[in-house]
C-alpha cells in the first residue's frame, strides 16, 4: 500500500462552479469521495461490499479546509492518510492538489463500519482488519498532518 495513497487526475466539471466563478463548495466533498472510492477498492469496502457481505461504510463527521480556489477544467489528485483505526471506525486525513502542486482543500473525515441489517456500527470482518491494519502500517510514519484534529473558531483580535 503506498503512503499515503494518491487517486487518479480527476477534472473539475462546468456544472460545478458557483456563481463565483469557482467550484462551488459541495464539489470538494464529491472529489474527497471519489478519492475515498478508490481507496475503498484497496480496503475491500467498494460497491461489490456491501451488497455481497451486508456491511458498507457511513460517514460520520467530515470537516473541510478551503485553502485555494478551483476552477473549470482544474486537473487534481487527491491523498489519502489513515490517521487512526480501531475495529469498527477510522479518522482519515486528505489533501486536494492541483495538478501543478499546490493544495487546494483538506479534509478530515471519521468513518464507521455499518452491518447494514441494523443499521448498526460493527467491527470489520477479519480480512477487512486485516488490510486496514496494513494501511495504517504503512501509513504510520507518514508525519501527522498539521491541520488534524483543529476545531472551528473565530480568532478575535487581542486589542
Not at 21 to 45: I, K, P, R, T
Not at 100 to 111: I, R, S, V
Not at 125 to 136: C, V
Request: glycine share 8%; with cysteine.
Amino acid at each position: 500500500m503506498t503512503a499515503p495513497f494518491m487517486s487518479s487526475l480527476m477534472e473539475v466539471k462546468p456544472d460545478w462552479i458557483d456563481y463565483n466563478g469557482h467550484l462551488n463548495m459541495a464539489y470538494y466533498s464529491v472529489l474527497f469521495d471519489q478519492c475515498g472510492d478508490q481507496v475503498y477498492e484497496q480496503l475491500g469496502l467498494g460497491p461489490d461490499y456491501a451488497s455481497s457481505r451486508g456491511f458498507t461504510t457511513y460517514t460520520a463527521e467530515f470537516h473541510i479546509r478551503y485553502r485555494r480556489e478551483l476552477h473549470v477544467g482544474d486537473k487534481v489528485r487527491c491523498s489519502f492518510q489513515l490517521l487512526d483505526h480501531n475495529d469498527r471506525s477510522f479518522h482519515s486525513y486528505q489533501e486536494l492538489f492541483h495538478e501543478d502542486g499546490w493544495l487546494a482543500a483538506t479534509g478530515e473525515a471519521l468513518g464507521l463500519h455499518i452491518d447494514r441489517s441494523g443499521p448498526r456500527v460493527a467491527p470489520y470482518p477479519p480480512d477487512i482488519a486485516e488490510k486496514m491494519a496494513a494501511m495504517h502500517a504503512a501509513h504510520a510514519s507518514l508525519p501527522r498532518p498539521d491541520g488534524a484534529g483543529g476545531s472551528i473558531a473565530i480568532r478575535h483580535r487581542s486589542r
